[in-house]
């Protein structure tokens, strides 16, 4: 597990989310493509960034709110941001957007970026180019997937905590977990033939967690 830290902010970085960058250079650009094997490592960069902006936004307004972030994870299924106190309906309802607030001004200013560097021309490097494309890519794709009201997602704790403001818990996540069952099978659907089969696998073993509680 590789450490560091970020803002004041212990980064821990999982083997597993090693073996998925290992997994996206080989299989997305192969052994034998130096070009296509570049992509695919720009692309691994671009999420393992993504990712880290994104807890960063939870942890950043997790300290704002007062709910001491002790550290943040990276690994195969994503990012964690841990914080060392239990916040309250309203102070999780906003540091759960702020992850994916994150994401969204983050994708917002590569493509500023994009804009800009596509004026200078040939001159400008082709992999940066890449590189602000699968930014912006990654991080409003992912951060509106993200908002969704599905839980565990951003949106799902969204969802949660506002309504522990107008009901009691129990009745909120009795609701949250039938609102996340029954928006994450079409959801799934749709990732399948759009043609990404992750996101039915993820939805797939939320559902599955749900259904035995």
Request: glycine residues 14%.
């Amino acid at each position: 597990m590789l450490t560091f830290p970020v803002l004041g902010f212990p980064v821990h970085v999982q083997w597993t989310a090693l073996l998925v960058v290992a997994f996206i250079v080989v299989g997305g650009g192969g052994l034998g493509d130096a070009s296509a094997m570049a992509r695919a490592v720009i692309y691994a960069v671009a999420i393992l960034l993504s990712i880290l902006v994104h807890e960063l936004g939870h942890a950043l307004v997790g300290r704002r709110l007062g709910l001491q972030p002790r550290r943040i994870v990276v690994h195969g299924f994503g990012g964690l941001c841990e914080y060392g106190r239990r916040p309250t309906p309203r102070q999780g309802l906003v540091s759960a957007f702020a992850g994916p607030g994150a994401g969204l001004l983050l994708g917002a200013l590569c493509f500023g970026l994009l804009m800009l560097v596509s004026l200078a021309g040939p001159s400008v490097p082709y992999g940066l180019i890449v590189f602000l494309e699968q930014m912006v890519w990654v991080n409003v794709v992912w951060s509106l997937f993200n908002l969704l009201p599905i839980h565990p997602l951003d949106g799902g704790s969204m969802l949660v905590n506002g309504l522990q403001m107008v009901t009691t818990p129990r009745r909120a996540w009795q609701v949250t977990r039938w609102v996340t069952i029954g928006l994450a099978i079409p959801v799934g659907v749709l990732g399948f033939y759009a043609g990404y089969r992750f996101v039915p696998i993820i939805l797939a073993l939320i559902v599955m967690d749900k259904l035995r509680r």
